[in-house]
């Protein structure tokens, strides 16, 4: 069973960093691309950011630039660095992955930016 925990999120003020992480387990962490989306309550769940097993990124245009993703295979960990925050990237964050054509999520972890 795939399982995926997130961790990182808090409150801190806009231009501040925070750094999320996403723990794996049940699946050949490896193979797996793997990323993080975020949702405003009564909003959709918006992509955020991307990684491939070949560690390609992919960013939304809004965050591109000011956040970084990257996995540790070994850890079965994906991160996302987040910089330069601004109100508008509260929200909570989900780790996402898809396997064996299933979509995967986490349980979420809460990102507040204070202006």
């Known amino acids: 069973q795939v399982q995926l925990v997130e961790s990182g999120g808090g409150l801190v003020q806009a231009g501040g960093s925070l750094r999320l992480s996403c723990a794996g387990s049940?699946?050949?962490?490896?193979?797996?691309?793997m990323g993080w989306y975020r949702q405003v309550p009564g909003q959709s769940r918006d992509f955020v950011a991307s990684?491939?097993?070949?560690?390609?990124?992919v960013y939304d245009a809004s965050v591109k630039g000011r956040f970084t993703i990257s996995r540790d295979n070994a850890k079965n960990t994906i991160y996302l660095e987040m910089n330069n925050l601004r109100p508008e990237d509260t929200a909570v964050y989900y780790c996402?992955?898809?396997?064996?054509?299933?979509?995967?999520w986490g349980q979420g972890t809460h990102v507040t930016i204070s202006s």
């Open positions: 990684i491939s097993r070949s560690r390609r990124p």
């Open positions: 049940g699946t050949t962490f490896s193979l797996n691309a």
């Open positions: 996402h992955t898809n396997w064996a054509f299933r979509d995967y």
